[in-house]
């Protein structure tokens, strides 16, 4: 029974880093069309705004509260810049920007060898996040993990909220609908594809915060998330938020359940082999987008 | 849809791209070995200067660690060329990143006998690099000196091991582990060749002493999600963990390793492959208590020491620890002048034949060449992580240990290989 609990908490661990990671892709990649090859390098630099902060502040409780904004920014401005200045030109050709962003994605990674140096770094948790929770007879619960929890839950919301309340989350929706009704109904389209570019990679920026919590920053970390990022994105159904959230739980406890019975690489097998079976049952994905655009 | 059927296409360009860029570097591997039976491989020793080539992880995984060697060697040849050089000739280094990917090793090695005709090549950290260029080093007859431990049951004709070899550090640290009670073990490593070999001889010395193997987990190099091996080391109802995970895994394994509430107090980790640098860059709240297995700390006693701690931290910062790979790397230029000088040439056979018995006062204690298998005496050593980021040496093996890479003369290790 405690094995279960613990087992079944690391996954739903596990699928909060997927999920913050695939939420900016879930906008970008599922309701753009644009396979963001950069969007690991947004969480580098998030990890790294993190870092910088922690030197020149001493606490690391504040330096995280302060890195979660600055990150949002300062990733979701690199990827607004990389919307405006090449993306932009792509938009009907969607295996460009996979080259194009893949291009990108080496010139940030080799950019930030250049500021930060070679060697990986790490910032020390906040007190509060170094400890768990424990609940009795063996069962503990990881703090800097439920942080993370809380904080891809938190992301979540909002991005619901955003979507579903706001003037700016109809129009996106209207132009992931049908972009050529929306830009003659008076929708200036490329000013929402920038600010959807914009939540998108600040959001990759807040999982690189996370991410600090529970490894070591360097320039290529991106790249180990990436892969697993898209996955969520693709199995959940391209562009719905519904099904990146299940599936990233759902592949995070697949995952962890997997490594507990069998090995690390073993596991990694088993998930991609059960991955490929489910898109030959329901290519779409868990859930689909139903649009009345013709593309 | 759409989006599936795009990206598998972007992967088959991805896919024969990359193809394409091995059959090309394939090509290059052959011109290259063409060259090598003409003087194009040969080291050049003409000049007033020699040509050495130093080979580290200036990037990637690794750097974290191999930086590190990188500026101890670059240390002992400036250190050497004040002093007058090797045979009256100046050292000049030549750096070359192997950026933690073991095709990269190879190709920058063969850069370096071909094309700078180093005399001498001085780096590799991890077993599968080194088992990358190895077979370079042997084609173009070229020395490499290795600073690093590993996992023994290995001899290269071309390669000095100046690192410690499992009966050198392994075996005495289990030793240790069987003195203090602590015979359950869980066995925690990356999935590489070092790992897997020591674990092997992990379970073969376990089963000839009477110690148990609760568990072994792998993660991949560079992994850094250790929550569920983590959970399983904490269910298993080990004593001890022996931990052979390499690179900044170890940060995650760590962080996570706290998180779960273990100490060093209610299950100690032995750990192999971090060192005092290590230990600074992944914080010294997660590691204080924990055991490591080495041949050198920064507190090791002797006067070598004091001048080997205050030369490279005058060179690179005062707060900068030194540690057993640096260390190994530092000795190994001086190990390489003196076989030279002994020899009286930079020809590699004559280098070769000069190396055993050359002795050294070392930072580490006194250590010695063999030539038969080109290793060195070395003394164990294991330590404990202190609250100021050091380690404190607990138990040392007295005297230089004579290596045996093969474990013959353990009779447990018969049937490893």
Not at chain 1, 120 to 135: C, E, F, K, R, Y
Request: with cysteine; aromatic share 8%; charged share 15%.
């Amino acid at each position: 029974m405690t094995v279960i609990l613990n087992q079944s908490f690391t996954g739903i661990s596990i699928g909060a880093v997927l999920l913050l990671i695939a939420l900016g892709l879930t906008l970008t990649f599922g309701q753009m069309g644009v396979i963001n090859m950069a969007h690991g390098e947004f969480i580098m630099a998030g990890a790294y705004t993190t870092y910088v902060l922690q030197k020149s502040i001493s606490s690391a409780g504040v330096s995280l509260l302060v890195a979660l904004p600055l990150a949002f920014l300062v990733a979701g401005a690199m990827g607004a810049l990389l919307e405006w200045l090449l993306i932009r030109r792509l938009y009907t050709r969607p295996l460009d920007t996979l080259l194009v962003t893949w291009g990108v994605s080496l010139m940030l990674q080799q950019l930030a060898r250049d500021i930060f140096g070679a060697p990986n770094v790490q910032t020390s948790a906040p007190d509060l996040l170094t400890g768990n929770i424990s609940l009795g007879g063996g069962i503990t619960f990881a703090n800097s993990r439920l942080f993370i929890l809380g904080l891809a839950l938190l992301c979540v919301l909002g991005l619901t909220l955003i979507l579903r309340l706001t003037p700016l989350g109809r129009r996106i929706r209207a132009v992931v609908q049908n972009r050529d009704l929306a830009e003659v109904s008076g929708i200036a389209t490329g000013q929402v594809d920038r600010i959807t570019f914009f939540i998108g990679s600040g959001l990759a920026g807040v999982a690189g915060v996370a991410l600090t919590l529970v490894g070591p920053i360097g320039p290529t970390m991106g790249t180990n998330y990436i892969v697993d990022a898209f996955l969520v994105v693709v199995v959940g159904g391209i562009g719905r938020l519904k099904g990146s959230v299940i599936t990233a739980f759902a592949l995070g406890v697949l995952q962890s359940v997997l490594e507990y019975s069998t090995t690390v690489s073993v596991a990694k097998v088993i998930v991609l082999v059960a991955i490929v079976a489910f898109l030959q049952w329901r290519p779409q994905g868990l859930y689909t987008l139903r649009t009345r655009s013709l593309a | 849809m759409s989006g599936l059927s795009i990206s598998r296409r972007g992967l088959l360009t991805g896919i024969s791209a990359v193809g394409a860029s091995a059959a090309l570097s394939a090509c290059g591997a052959k011109t290259g070995s063409d060259t090598s039976s003409a003087a194009g491989a040969k080291a050049d020793t003409s000049g007033d200067t020699v040509k050495v080539g130093l080979l580290n992880s200036l990037s990637g995984t690794m750097a974290i660690s191999e930086v590190t060697v990188h500026n101890a060697l670059l240390l002992a040849v400036k250190e050497i060329n004040a002093a007058g050089g090797v045979l009256g000739k100046k050292l000049k280094p030549i750096s070359q990143d192997g950026a933690s990917d073991w095709p990269t090793f190879a190709e920058k090695a063969e850069a370096l006998i071909t094309d700078d005709k180093v005399a001498a090549t001085f780096g590799c950290w991890t077993s599968a690099s080194r088992k990358a260029v190895k077979p370079v080093f042997e084609r173009y007859k070229s020395p490499l000196f290795y600073p690093v431990q590993y996992e023994g049951l290995e001899e290269s004709p071309y390669i000095f091991y100046i690192g410690a070899t499992t009966n050198q550090q392994i075996v005495p640290a289990l030793d240790y582990l069987k003195k203090q009670g602590l015979t359950k073990l869980y066995l925690v490593g990356s999935d590489y060749v070092f790992p897997r070999t020591a674990n092997k001889i992990i379970r073969a010395y376990a089963k000839a002493n009477g110690m148990e193997i609760k568990g072994e987990d792998y993660a991949p190099l560079g992994s850094t999600e250790f929550s569920t091996i983590v959970n399983k080391v904490k269910d298993a109802g080990a004593d001890a963990v022996f931990n052979t995970l390499n690179g900044d895994s170890n940060v995650a394994f760590f962080k996570e390793y706290k998180s779960a509430g273990l100490t060093a107090k209610s299950l100690p980790v032995l750990s192999v492959s971090i060192a005092e640098e290590e230990v600074k860059s992944i914080g010294t709240q997660y590691l204080e208590g924990q055991l490591t297995a080495w041949n050198y700390y920064q507190t090791t006693p002797g006067a070598a020491n004091t001048k080997f701690v205050a030369a490279y931290q005058a060179a690179y910062g005062k707060d900068k620890p030194t540690s057993d790979p640096m260390e190994a790397a530092y000795i190994s230029v001086y190990l390489w002048k003196d076989m030279v000088e002994k020899a009286g040439s930079f020809d590699i056979a004559k280098v070769k034949a000069a190396s055993d018995g050359i002795e050294l006062d070392a930072p580490e204690g006194k250590v010695t060449v063999d030539g038969a298998s080109q290793h060195v005496y070395k003394t164990a050593r294991i330590g404990r992580v202190g609250a100021d980021g050091l380690i404190e040496e607990v138990w040392n093996s007295g005297k230089p240990i004579k290596p045996d890479p093969y474990l013959k003369g353990y009779s447990w290790a018969s049937g490893l290989s």
